[in-house]
């Protein structure tokens, strides 16, 4: 877990609720305390085969669970792509200062890093600065970003496995934006009700797609059985277009303590 804290007070709190009343488990044995940057998070993620690595389209993640990023951090309740706030400087900055310079760092240290790259980036005075490491796709992310992919993933999966990255041009997007919108149970991210029944799953949505993630089968039924239930992505002709397809169709999926932010995507629109 992750706690940002605005003050002394809250930190000391936080400190012993990990390691005195052990909320997180032994997981809270151990804690690093850093410093606090702020400004504006995005997500940056590339393909490697050891070598080189591709850049996939830009998102940006939204972490805390209540709209205006108040409350705690989740594993993120929406996501879009592309942002804005990730401009062709930017991008090209990021991938030089940070990506190119971890990959080859890696393989001087004799390892040869294979796959997805997923870099957590907090931006400030037009500075990239890495907030953590991933080995993997972003959830929610991922969602978003395949939606608007025009290449075939599994020429680019080999490319990876095989080290042949280099004779591969870069992945092809389509020129629309993408937008995931999570639907959570209530109380997440501390504690929640499962096993409730989800509705609308069987509604047919134009240029969208229904993600599971903590639900199950149970007498032919789906019902919720995690914090983070389901991810509605959506495409648009515009960020504006996808925000509102993608939040009309969470209108027809319900269950009795379905929750989520009504605000996914609008920091995007404030930068167009």
Known sequence: GVIVCDSKAEAEKSIDMMLVDKKFGDAGNNIIIEERIDG????YIALSDGKIAIPMAT???HKRIFDNDKGP???GMGAYSPTPIIDKDLSQKIQEKIIDKTISSLRNEGITFKGFLYVGIMLKDGEPYVLEYNVRMGDPECQPILMRMDSDLFEYFVGSVEGTLENKSLISWKNKSAVCIVLASKG???SYP???EIFGL???FDD???FHAGTKELDKKIITNGGRVLGVTALGDTLEAAIKHAYDVTEKISWEN???RTDIGKKGLSHL
């Not at 504006?40 to 997500?43: G, Q, V």
Request: charged share 25%; proline share 4%; no cysteine.
């Open 202 to 204: 069987g509604n047919a």
């Open 40 to 43: 504006i998070e995005a997500s």
């Open 73 to 75: 951090n989740t594993g």
């Open 258 to 260: 379905k929750y989520l």
């Open 59 to 61: 998102s940006q993640d």
């Open 208 to 210: 969208a797609y229904i």
């Open 188 to 190: 997440y991210p501390e």
């Open 194 to 196: 499962k096993g409730e």
